[in-house]
């Protein structure tokens, strides 16, 4: 289930506060931060952004 666009306008990422890019549509279901230095990836369950670090992945 992809997350609101209006939502995804006004996230940013926890850890390094840069925005983030919808990847709700793939599989699995991530929100991405657009940061060069950070990158982490921040799951989406049920339509639901988790943006805990502690659950954050990062790039391969």
């Not at 306008?9 to 919808?22: N, S, T, Y």
């Not at 990847?23 to 950070?38: F, I, K, M, N, Q």
């Amino acid at each position: 289930m992809p997350v609101d666009a209006s939502l995804i306008q006004i996230l940013a990422c926890p850890a390094c506060h840069a925005p983030l890019e919808d990847r709700s549509a793939a599989d699995p279901a991530e929100l991405v931060c657009t940061s060069g230095a950070c990158g982490l990836a921040y799951p989406v369950r049920d339509g639901i952004p988790v943006l805990l670090v502690d659950e954050a992945v990062r790039p391969a």
